[in-house]
C-alpha cells in the first residue's frame, strides 16, 4: 500500500510515477533502487553498548590506578 503520495519522473520514458513505485506503468521497466535506503536501527545500539564499555573500562584502570599509587606513597 502506497504511504506516500509523491511523484517522481521514470528515468526511462520520462513519465509521472508514484515515488514507490518499483515497475512504471506506462514502459514496463523496473525501477532503480538507488534511491531506497535500508534501515538499520541495531548499529546505533551497537555503538552506544561499545562506547559504554570502553568508558567503564577506561574509569575502572583509571580507578584502580590511584588507589595502586595511594599505596605505594604511604
Same mark, same amino acid.
Request: glycine share 2%.
Given at each position: 500500500?502506497?504511504? @506516500?503520495? =509523491?511523484? &517522481?519522473?521514470?528515468?526511462?520514458? +520520462?513519465?509521472?510515477?508514484? &515515488?514507490? #513505485?518499483? $515497475?512504471?506503468?506506462?514502459?514496463?521497466? @523496473?525501477?532503480?533502487?538507488?534511491? +531506497? +535506503? &535500508?534501515? /538499520?536501527?541495531?548499529?546505533?545500539? !551497537? !555503538?552506544? *553498548? #561499545? *562506547? #559504554? $564499555?570502553? $568508558? =567503564? #573500562? *577506561? !574509569?575502572?584502570? $583509571?580507578?584502580?590506578?590511584? %588507589?595502586? %599509587? /595511594?599505596?605505594?606513597?604511604?
Amino acid at each position: 500500500m502506497l504511504t @506516500d503520495m =509523491s511523484m &517522481r519522473i521514470c528515468p526511462f520514458c +520520462r513519465e509521472k510515477i508514484h &515515488r514507490q #513505485a518499483v $515497475v512504471c506503468r506506462y514502459c514496463k521497466r @523496473d525501477q532503480p533502487t538507488v534511491g +531506497r +535506503r &535500508r534501515k /538499520n536501527s541495531s548499529g546505533w545500539l !551497537a !555503538a552506544i *553498548t #561499545a *562506547t #559504554a $564499555v570502553i $568508558v =567503564s #573500562a *577506561t !574509569a575502572f584502570l $583509571v580507578t584502580e590506578f590511584i %588507589r595502586e %599509587r /595511594n599505596i605505594w606513597s604511604k
